[in-house]
């Protein structure tokens, strides 16, 4: 059924399951512009920084598409979207605060320094088996990005345009995930 009508409201779980069934991006961005405000709101109560709640709206939404066949309607959607959306910004949080108690404090004006700090041969050094188990225990979204980096040989420009940000942003996030890396496996 193609839907004529723009005025015509489409409910939460009907739409969620038209865009699991047809893997339908068009359909997604229907529940992205209802939902984006509320989950940008939700992060910003997390966050300092519209830039950091901005980066935490647009990965939600990345993985709430990839996951949204997850959803089976035992609750209403709102309310499963506002759970995702606490979930990840309390996963998000705790992974910071935990990188922040195990190395230095970071002032972003000189984050070109840290990055600098932690040597992509320091990466590269690490023993196999050591890295692979710490990668197994590092979250999703610093593995994702460091597989990128030197696994797949992404730039920093391509980290970005992957991400739809900026390439500070990107340095940033490699560089937290580098030092979150280094803290796992420091425990090993």
């Known amino acids: 059924m193609a839907f004529q009508h723009t005025t015509e409201i489409i409910e939460d779980e009907l739409l969620v399951e038209k865009i699991v069934k047809a893997n339908d991006a068009h359909l997604f961005g229907l529940l992205y512009d209802r939902y984006v405000p509320v989950v940008y709101n939700k992060c910003l109560s997390f966050v300092s920084s519209k830039e950091e ?21 035992e609750s ?33 004006d000189i984050e ?33 990005l460091l597989l990128m980096k030197y696994q797949d040989d992404f730039s920093i420009k391509e980290i970005a345009n992957t991400y739809e940000i900026g390439e500070s942003a990107a340095k940033m996030r490699l560089s937290r995930a580098k030092s979150n890396l280094i803290n796992i496996y420091k425990t090993l």
């Open 112 to 144: 070109d320094e840290f990055l600098d700090e932690i040597s992509d041969e320091q990466i590269h050094e690490m023993k196999a088996e050591k890295l692979a188990t710490a990668l197994q225990k590092i979250g999703t979204e610093d593995k994702a």
């Open 76 to 108: 209403k959607f709102s309310t499963w979207i506002y759970a995702f959306t606490y979930n990840h910004c309390v996963n998000y949080i705790q992974r910071n605060q935990k990188a922040q108690k195990n190395t230095k404090s970071i002032n972003e």
């Open 53 to 73: 709640a901005q980066d935490l709206t647009h990965d939600i939404f990345v993985k709430l598409f990839v996951k949204l066949n997850t959803f089976k309607g």
